[in-house]
């Protein structure tokens, strides 16, 4: 006589797939903002009848310490025409937007520089401001 | 003789918690990257050699200083300075000519800088920069 075996159904426990989501997800999350310059402190001027700015190509901020930033990668002036030059490529005329994030208290000595640096790589200036509240 | 009912205790079902998390920050993380930017194009022309600049006496030139703006020798203010713009511009005709020259102090702030910018461009002049590095200083 043959004595069947006892089959044991063994199925993956996914009681904790919620927090493994939530845990990848946290941990992309900080990757992400290595990346971009949500983390640079600066607060923009503000300025009535602005457009919406499309997708940027690279975006070059200026933070409250005046420093530098591309991409959110601090970096000295004389480095940023090199590195957006790189960046945009033989992209045509039209979609080559760089984003500029300049603290509103930023003088004239600290932002010309990069505005030159993005004229000379061929960037399309786009200066990143806030709409400014409309007064009766 | 009167019976002691037995408390149960009841927890709220804590298993979907993370998943509620997990939903929720989906939901910010979406709400956060929705939020257009707005902003003000420029057009910025690249730097010139020195034999193109044999025109550059047409050009109407500003100066930015943390007190004022001028326009060709007349401190002007904002407002002023938009109309007198305006006026100037259009009686050039041709794109080269309507190119401004524009000249800051070191310490101009760029709350300032950004408001005589928008006003060029909707006087529909070209801005160029002249730099601090490319200024010729003559001293007798």
Not at chain 1, 33 to 54: F, K
Not at chain 1, 102 to 119: C, L, M, S, T, Y
Not at chain 2, 53 to 59: A, T
Request: aromatic share 6%.
């Amino acid at each position: 006589m043959k004595i069947a075996r006892r089959r044991f159904t063994a199925s993956i426990p996914s009681f904790a797939m919620g927090d493994i989501g939530f845990l990848l997800l946290i941990f992309f999350v900080i990757l992400a903002r290595v990346q971009d310059d949500s983390h640079v402190q600066w607060d923009p001027a503000a300025l009535p009848d602005l457009e919406t700015a499309g997708a940027p190509m690279a975006s070059v901020a200026i933070d409250s310490a005046f420093k530098t930033y591309l991409n959110g990668e601090e970096l000295p002036n004389d480095q940023l025409l090199t590195r957006l030059e790189a960046i945009l490529g033989d992209t045509p005329a039209g979609a080559r937007n760089v984003f500029l994030k300049v603290h509103k208290e930023a003088r004239a000595r600290h932002f010309e520089p990069v505005i030159e640096a993005i004229g000379e790589a061929g960037g399309d200036l786009v200066h990143i401001l806030e709409p400014e509240p409309e007064t009766n | 003789m009167k019976l002691r009912r037995g408390k149960l205790l009841v927890d709220p079902p804590a298993a979907s918690s993370s998943d509620i998390a997990f939903i929720l920050i989906i939901f910010f993380l979406v709400c956060a990257s929705v939020q257009p930017e707005t902003g003000l194009s420029q057009t910025l022309p690249r730097t010139e050699a020195k034999e193109e600049k044999k025109d550059q006496s047409r050009n109407l030139e500003v100066s930015i200083t943390p007190t004022s703006i001028v326009l060709n020798g007349s401190p002007l203010q904002l407002p002023r300075f938009r109309e007198r713009l305006a006026e100037a511009l259009a009686r050039k005709s041709r794109e080269a000519d309507k190119v401004v020259v524009v000249k800051s102090a070191p310490d101009t702030a760029y709350d300032q800088w950004i408001r005589v910018s928008q006003a060029i461009d909707d006087a529909g002049g070209i801005l160029t920069l002249e730099l601090a590095s490319e200024r010729t200083i003559t001293i007798d």
